[in-house]
C-alpha cells in the first residue's frame, strides 16, 4: 500500500513558477514510478509529467516539455514537479499517482493522491 500527498499549490500569476511535492509513504517508493496528472474544471484528467523508479527516465506531455521538470529523491520518499512559465491554461488540480512503471496511461498507476489545486493568473 502506498499513501502520497500533494502539496506546494497556490495561486500565482502567468509567467511564475511553482513547485509541486509529492511524498510518498511506505518503503516501496524506490521501486514505483510516479506520474503527475492533472485536470481542469469541466475537463478530463490528463497526463503531464512522469518518472521511473531510479529517476532514469521521464516522460512528458508536448504542454510541459520546456517548462515543467520532474525530478525525485528517494531518500525522502519525494517527488517535485518543478513548473515554471506558467499559463492560465495550466490552471488545474494536479494528481500525482504511483504504479509499477512509467506511463502516460492513468490506468497503469495504482495509487493517487488528493490533489493540488494550481491556479494561474493572467
Known amino acids: 500500500q502506498v499513501q502520497l500527498v500533494e502539496s506546494g499549490g497556490g495561486l500565482v500569476q502567468a509567467g511564475g513558477s511553482l513547485r509541486l511535492s509529492c511524498a510518498a509513504s511506505g518503503r516501496t517508493f524506490r521501486y514505483i514510478a510516479i506520474g503527475w496528472f492533472r485536470q481542469a474544471p469541466g475537463k478530463e484528467r490528463e497526463f503531464v509529467v512522469a518518472i521511473s523508479s531510479s529517476g532514469g527516465n521521464t516522460w512528458y506531455a508536448d504542454s510541459a516539455k520546456g517548462r515543467f521538470t520532474i525530478s525525485r529523491d528517494n531518500a525522502k520518499n519525494t517527488v517535485y514537479l518543478q513548473m515554471s512559465s506558467l499559463e492560465p491554461e495550466d490552471t488545474a488540480v494536479y494528481y500525482c499517482?504511483?504504479?509499477?512503471?512509467?506511463?502516460?496511461?492513468?490506468?497503469?498507476?495504482?495509487?493517487w493522491g488528493q490533489g493540488t489545486q494550481v491556479t494561474v493568473s493572467s
Open positions: 499517482a504511483a504504479g509499477p512503471q512509467g506511463s502516460v496511461y492513468d490506468p497503469l498507476y495504482h495509487y
